[in-house]
């Protein structure tokens, strides 16, 4: 009976592991497969607050980023924003795309990631 408790918890936990580390990958239009820090990223694929942005979106300035986004360009935004961002706060986009986490709010960027910048 303890074995057999014991290989329940096991697999509970097993699939509560999986499960959260599917909830931070990131979708690329290249097919890389990669996944979001879990700092940044709550939720999943289809409602989390992370997802990949336009480049149009972006706009590189002295010594960061400005970033316009307006609904449609992120799930989470309703409203337009604007944000700037030191490039010393952007994390590595590991498939050349720009990707946002908004946390807890869409007022709130909780995360950017940048392709690596080419001079």
């Known amino acids: 009976m303890r074995g057999i408790l014991m ?6 936990v097993s699939c509560v592991y999986a499960g959260s580390a599917a909830a931070h990958e990131a979708h690329s239009p290249k097919g890389v497969a990669w996944k979001y820090d879990g700092f940044c990223c709550n939720g999943d694929n289809h409602t989390g607050d992370c997802q990949m942005i336009s480049t149009k979106n972006v706009k590189i300035i002295k010594g960061g980023y400005e970033i316009s986004l307006g609904p449609g360009d992120h799930r989470l935004i309703t409203r337009p924003h604007h944000f700037t961002l030191p490039q010393s706060q952007a994390r590595r986009s590991k498939d050349e ?7 807890p709010t869409e007022d709130t960027l909780r995360c950017f990631y940048a392709p690596d910048m080419s001079y």
Do not use: R
């Open 7 to 12: 290989g329940m918890v096991i697999a509970f």
């Open 97 to 103: 795309e720009y990707h946002l986490c908004l946390y």
